[in-house]
């Protein structure tokens, strides 16, 4: 369900530049292949570049944390049993994150699957999405006139939930993410990505 959003979301937010493409070359099909493929790129290359880095820094925030003794630190806190305190909050910790890597590993394939539906579909809404639209204009019991209010207000509303959220999410991770490098905190590319 989430690739069939994402389909139209990418779809809706890019199709104005489909509009151009298909413009200049006046082919439909090639129009919704080459912004298809610029989708691709767009997840694909910015992914494998972010996985590459989130991988190191991984690695990285792993030694720094096995290579500080946090006994000590635990120790100012709780003068008695601080020992099994640490031992336990590691055991813990170990358990998080072999549970979530292993449920990483396991959804894997699903994600690959959703992946590839959700390039088909943006490639076929990018070729009939207008005619899509057209099919569900007729369903609807509405006058005409309204059923257009209808679509110019949700076309406003959707562009502006879009945008919005696409550029407050770019803009807190890029400023989170040079306070985390001001700050010299570890891993500060990791810590942006979550964010």
């Known amino acids: 369900m989430s690739a069939i959003f994402a389909s139209f979301v990418l779809t809706f937010a890019l199709y104005p530049l489909y509009k ?20 691709l790129l767009l997840i694909i290359i910015p992914f494998a570049f972010s996985a590459n880095i989130v991988a190191k820094e991984s690695v990285t925030a792993y030694n720094y944390i096995r290579s500080r003794d946090f006994s000590l630190l635990i120790s100012q806190y709780f003068q008695d ?7 336990t909050v590691i055991d813990r910790a170990s358990f998080f994150l072999v549970t979530i890597t292993s449920e990483f590993i396991l959804s894997l394939p699903s994600i690959i699957l959703s992946f590839f539906v959700m ?29 257009d209010k209808l679509q110019n207000k949700f ?41």
């Open 20 to 39: 151009l493409i298909n413009k200049r070359l006046k082919n439909k099909v090639i129009a919704a292949a080459i912004l298809t493929l610029i989708v």
């Open 81 to 87: 049993n601080s020992g099994d305190l640490l031992k």
């Open 155 to 195: 076309t406003k509303t959707t562009k502006a939930l879009i945008y919005g959220i696409l550029v407050t999410a770019i803009f807190q991770g890029i400023i989170a993410g040079i306070g985390y490098y001001i700050f010299g905190i570890s891993s500060p590319l990791l810590l942006a990505f979550v964010t």
């Open 119 to 147: 390039i088909f579909l943006t490639y076929y809404l990018f070729k009939d999405g207008e005619r899509f639209v057209e099919i569900i204009k007729k369903i609807l019991p509405l006058k005409s006139s309204t059923k």
